[in-house]
């Protein structure tokens, strides 16, 4: 019987300790809700399961004002990031997004951190934070100066891969916050009208003042995908447009050129490359109106 040892340790400084005597062999675990399911399926075995429920400094949401920045903690829940009304006033892509996690047990008790420490493509709090260029907070003791800052798109190296060293865990994400004008959505498809895995998922950002749009893009790519390409044609055609529907339509096709469909058990690839034009499409109508 598969029975690990469990540490619970109240101070980063003793998970930093933990993770550093166990290199690959100690795993941290919060909500468990993406883990759980991993060590039920046999996927994986780590000896020590070190437990992050009495560890302070990791469960906090500070947004500042005016052109500040949002910190977030790996700690907090989806139901918090949800419910928090700083975030949905100043970035409600990143709030629409933890709204669509699961049942409300698991938004309850799982959090942003395991979301995207765990590197699903899929991940729909990663879809949104990676809009909005956030970055996480690494701590390790091996890591030089205690601590690093790691941009998302940098983070995510494959399916379950993330840029981290054993001893390494993340504390929290930060991002910029945009413009007070700006806009911002979250869209996905799944199998069913809730509780699904996205076939193809959406994160969109629109600045008006700026002439700015952010687009990423979940489920469509071995890691979520920034369709910086579109980005690009958008910026430079949006203030002289004298079609916003053509340009739309231009700027969905090269939303889907980023994506790399396949096909699996959910969805075709075909149907996963019209899904992301449908839904780059939908974003930018809903936002430029």
Avoid at 57 to 82: C, F, K, N, W, Y
Avoid at 160 to 186: C, I, M, Q, R
Avoid at 237 to 262: F, H, N, Q, Y
Wanted: contains cysteine.
């Amino acid at each position: 019987m598969y029975e690990p040892l469990w540490e619970r340790p109240e101070a980063i400084r003793d998970v930093e300790s933990i993770l550093a005597s166990a290199p690959g062999r100690a795993r941290v675990i919060a909500g468990g809700t993406d883990l759980a399911i991993l060590i039920r399926r046999g996927e994986v075995r780590p000896e020590i399961l070190v437990d992050l429920g009495r560890v302070a400094g990791m469960s906090q949401i500070e947004v500042g004002p005016d052109e500040g920045r949002a910190e977030i903690g790996a700690l907090v829940t989806h139901a918090r990031v949800a419910d928090d009304r700083a975030i949905r006033a100043r970035a409600s892509a990143l709030a629409q997004a933890c709204r669509t996690v699961g049942s409300r047990q698991i938004r309850s008790r799982g959090t942003i951190g395991g979301n995207i420490a765990n590197a699903s493509p899929a991940a729909d709090g990663a879809v949104a934070l990676l809009a909005f260029d956030a970055a996480a907070e690494v701590r390790g003791a091996d890591t030089p100066g205690g601590g690093r800052r790691v941009p998302l798109r940098e983070l995510f190296e494959g399916p379950g891969k993330v840029a981290l060293a054993p001893s390494e865990l993340v504390t929290a994400f930060t991002f910029k916050l945009p413009g007070v004008d700006a806009k911002s959505v979250y869209l996905k498809v799944g199998q069913r009208k809730a509780l699904a895995i996205a076939i193809a998922s959406a994160a969109v950002i629109f600045e008006p003042s700026a002439g700015r749009v952010r687009i990423a893009l979940g489920s469509v790519a071995p890691t979520p995908v920034r369709a910086t390409a579109a980005e690009r044609l958008f910026e430079a055609e949006w203030p002289r447009s004298g079609s916003p529907g053509a340009l739309m339509e231009k700027v969905a096709d090269l939303a889907v050129e980023a994506a790399s469909t396949i096909d699996d058990v959910r969805a075709s690839a075909w149907y996963r490359a019209d899904l992301v034009r449908t839904l780059t499409r939908r974003a930018l109508g809903s936002l430029c109106d």
